[in-house]
């Protein structure tokens, strides 16, 4: 059976309309590196929440506990920072130069050396050098003047030979596309119930990504899709889920 | 304040392998590389430092992928959190042949009267805790929620650090506070 969930208003004390919960710790979570008026939820505008919060006590307490974590937990941070003096730096930094400096001796005298073995091996089969240089030169020669003189017919190989490297790519893509989505499909069955607020966030958004590792994908799925699949509507998420 | 954009003059300087422009960079930035090296590999210093070190590597060894388009700071701290992702994924096969670790105290419960306030999390114990709660959370999730709480970065910076979208790391900055409160609110700890 399937189920729908509809979604009331929330009201505060004085039955004024509230926003979600979660635009309410969002507004909570801006830094003064955040332009409020490009992270905060389209409905409400920083002007409007900040004379929300001082109108409903109920949602000004709840983005002042929220605000109230996370400044907490920044005292505290993980580890004791006061732990690691000036002079700790001092010599950290003289350590990542030490790696830094040496390396990139080794690595300029490395290419010194290959590029110096380069060119002594050129010098020395400079004959055999040239005979080869003429053998390609000959070659796509050869092919341009076959090229140019061959008849639509005589280029049909070529073109279906293109035609099954684009298949390839093709299905490479295809295969690539649905074990991200198969990754994503798995993760994201268990964060897209927001269950302390009852509401769905959106399913896409909530993904947790990490389940995909991003070495085993491209930077170009790992990137464009992720953004794609937050503009997916219900149905076009539906459709997906019964696609894969 | 968002983290400064490098000029075009400082950043050709960088692309020509300027070494004191680029240790002037070491200088300004290894506490926060350190520091996020630090969180993300569960205040193990040694691992740290190892990052810390590969990171700047990585960064001088392929400076000129630096386009300047984000700030210094934020492509550091992008490198700095793959290099963290991968020592981690190392550490995480030894640990497969290396039975044994990982025992009951790592979910050891508070004492009772630890048991009173999130004030407590100015003890070392109380630490621990915050720590445990930071490492439950799936991977991205405590990388953007470090990285937010802790770096002072804001939601578009954290993403490019992570290799998201802003709206994602938005929701999933969402959650993770969500479960750390949830966390320290079951280890009686009020958030």
Same mark, same amino acid.
């Given at each position: 059976?399937?189920?729908?969930?509809?979604?009331?208003?929330?009201?505060?004390?004085?039955?004024?309309?509230?926003?979600?919960?979660?635009?309410?710790?969002?507004?909570?979570?801006?830094?003064?590196?955040?332009?409020?008026?490009?992270?905060?939820?389209?409905?409400?505008?920083?002007?409007?929440?900040?004379?929300?919060?001082?109108?409903?006590?109920?949602?000004?307490?709840?983005?002042?506990?929220?605000?109230?974590?996370?400044?907490?937990?920044?005292?505290?941070?993980?580890?004791?920072?006061?732990?690691?003096?000036?002079?700790?730096?001092?010599?950290?930094?003289?350590?990542?130069?030490?790696?830094?400096?040496?390396?990139?001796?080794?690595?300029?005298?490395?290419?010194?050396?290959?590029?110096?073995?380069?060119?002594?091996?050129?010098?020395?089969?400079?004959?055999?050098?040239?005979?080869?240089?003429?053998?390609?030169?000959?070659?796509?020669?050869?092919?341009?003047?076959?090229?140019?003189?061959?008849?639509?017919?005589?280029?049909?190989?070529?073109?279906?030979?293109?035609?099954?490297?684009?298949?390839?790519?093709?299905?490479?893509?295809?295969?690539?596309?649905?074990?991200?989505?198969?990754?994503?499909?798995?993760?994201?069955?268990?964060?897209?119930?927001?269950?302390?607020?009852?509401?769905?966030?959106?399913?896409?958004?909530?993904?947790?990504?990490?389940?995909?590792?991003?070495?085993?994908?491209?930077?170009?799925?790992?990137?464009?899709?992720?953004?794609?699949?937050?503009?997916?509507?219900?149905?076009?998420?539906?459709?997906?889920?019964?696609?894969? | 304040?968002?983290?400064?954009?490098?000029?075009?003059?400082?950043?050709?300087?960088?692309?020509?392998?300027?070494?004191?422009?680029?240790?002037?960079?070491?200088?300004?930035?290894?506490?926060?590389?350190?520091?996020?090296?630090?969180?993300?590999?569960?205040?193990?210093?040694?691992?740290?430092?190892?990052?810390?070190?590969?990171?700047?590597?990585?960064?001088?060894?392929?400076?000129?992928?630096?386009?300047?388009?984000?700030?210094? *700071?934020?492509?550091?701290?992008?490198?700095?959190?793959?290099?963290?992702?991968?020592?981690?994924?190392?550490?995480?096969?030894?640990?497969?042949?290396?039975?044994?670790?990982?025992?009951?105290?790592?979910?050891?419960?508070?004492?009772?009267?630890?048991?009173?306030?999130?004030?407590?999390?100015?003890?070392?114990?109380?630490?621990?805790?915050?720590?445990?709660?930071?490492?439950?959370?799936?991977?991205?999730?405590?990388?953007?929620?470090?990285?937010?709480?802790?770096?002072?970065?804001?939601?578009?910076?954290?993403?490019?650090?992570?290799?998201?979208?802003?709206?994602?790391?938005?929701?999933?900055?969402?959650?993770?506070?969500?479960?750390?409160? *949830?966390?320290?609110?079951? *280890?009686?700890?009020?958030?």
């Amino acid at each position: 059976m399937k189920g729908k969930l509809i979604l009331f208003p929330r009201r505060g004390e004085s039955g004024m309309k509230c926003p979600p919960t979660d635009t309410v710790t969002l507004y909570a979570s801006l830094g003064k590196t955040d332009d409020p008026e490009e992270s905060l939820d389209p409905h409400w505008s920083s002007l409007q929440m900040k004379e929300h919060l001082s109108s409903c006590p109920r949602c000004e307490a709840q983005a002042r506990s929220w605000r109230q974590s996370l400044d907490q937990w920044k005292e505290v941070d993980l580890f004791d920072q006061d732990a690691f003096s000036e002079e700790y730096f001092r010599k950290l930094q003289e350590d990542i130069e030490g790696t830094l400096w040496s390396d990139a001796e080794s690595t300029r005298s490395e290419t010194i050396r290959s590029n110096v073995v380069e060119l002594e091996g050129l010098r020395r089969n400079r004959h055999r050098v040239a005979v080869v240089l003429s053998a390609l030169a000959a070659i796509l020669l050869f092919g341009w003047v076959g090229l140019r003189d061959s008849t639509p017919e005589s280029n049909v190989p070529a073109v279906a030979l293109e035609s099954e490297l684009r298949g390839d790519t093709l299905r490479d893509i295809e295969s690539e596309g649905r074990a991200l989505g198969r990754t994503l499909l798995a993760s994201v069955t268990a964060e897209s119930l927001d269950d302390e607020s009852g509401s769905m966030a959106p399913v896409w958004g909530s993904a947790e990504l990490s389940a995909a590792s991003d070495s085993d994908l491209s930077y170009f799925f790992s990137t464009n899709l992720y953004d794609e699949l937050d503009e997916l509507g219900a149905s076009e998420v539906a459709e997906l889920i019964e696609r894969l | 304040m968002p983290s400064q954009r490098i000029d075009d003059e400082l950043l050709r300087k960088i692309h020509a392998g300027d070494r004191t422009v680029f240790s002037s960079l070491v200088r300004e930035h290894q506490r926060s590389v350190f520091f996020t090296a630090m969180r993300l590999s569960s205040g193990d210093e040694a691992s740290a430092r190892d990052i810390v070190q590969k990171a700047f590597l990585q960064a001088w060894t392929h400076r000129e992928k630096f386009r300047g388009q984000a700030s210094f *700071k934020t492509w550091l701290l992008r490198i700095t959190t793959n290099v963290a992702k991968n020592e981690q994924r190392r550490a995480w096969r030894r640990r497969e042949f290396t039975p044994g670790e990982g025992t009951e105290e790592d979910f050891e419960p508070l004492t009772p009267e630890a048991e009173t306030s999130f004030d407590v999390l100015a003890s070392k114990r109380a630490r621990e805790v915050l720590r445990d709660a930071v490492e439950s959370l799936p991977q991205r999730q405590r990388e953007i929620a470090l990285l937010r709480i802790y770096e002072d970065l804001s939601f578009v910076e954290v993403a490019e650090c992570c290799g998201t979208s802003a709206n994602n790391a938005k929701v999933s900055f969402h959650h993770a506070v969500k479960k750390i409160r *949830k966390f320290l609110a079951a *280890k009686g700890l009020a958030a």
